[in-house]
């Protein structure tokens, strides 16, 4: 697949649909808020389900920079965490990781979808594209590095 820059909400729906489809252990998700792509449709949910049942060693990690979208409008999102919270993460960074205007998706250290500024729907997407997927997993973990607060389903000390 050439590298070129894509432009369009809906395909930018559909190739991170692909993405997602593609991961058999593992994915890695930065947003600002989830507000873009369809993360609150079944279509997603049912992906992201079938994931995190299939295999045992399975993990989403998921780093926003605000999480009230997803609180308040990704149920079937947050019905996973509750049910594979041993195996899916939320996270929010702190006030320096705000800055960063792009998002991505990592599948299994390989494939990537990055949506080059959150406000245009311009992306990049490949598969098989291991030194591409690997400078932004370094992204990921210095964003790991700016966490803040993890989201949870439960109310502190329960």
């Known amino acids: 697949m ?9 395909l930018y729906n559909e190739a991170m649909q692909l993405i997602i489809q593609s991961a058999e252990h593992e994915l890695l998700i930065f947003d600002q808020d989830l507000k873009r ?13 079938q994931l ?8 989403v990690s998921i780093i926003l920079q605000d999480s009230a979208h997803f609180q308040d409008k990704c ?5 996973l965490l509750k049910t594979f919270g041993h195996k899916m993460s939320v996270h929010v960074t702190n006030q320096s990781a705000k800055h960063a205007k ?3 998706i990592l599948a299994d250290g390989k494939h990537y979808i990055k949506r080059i500024h959150i406000d245009q729907a311009r992306f990049k ?6 030194a591409t997927v690997k ?6 973990e210095e964003l790991t590095e700016a ?8 109310p502190l000390g329960l």
């Open 2 to 10: 050439p590298d070129k820059i894509m432009v369009g909400e809906h």
């Open 37 to 49: 792509g369809e993360f609150s449709s079944l279509a997603t949910y049912e992906l992201l389900q």
């Open 52 to 59: 995190l049942s299939q295999q045992i060693t399975s993990r």
């Open 75 to 79: 149920p079937r999102l947050l019905n």
């Open 102 to 104: 792009d998002c991505f």
């Open 125 to 130: 997407y490949a598969y098989d594209d291991v």
């Open 135 to 140: 400078a932004l997993h370094t992204r990921f």
């Open 147 to 154: 966490i803040q607060d993890t989201v949870s389903i439960t």
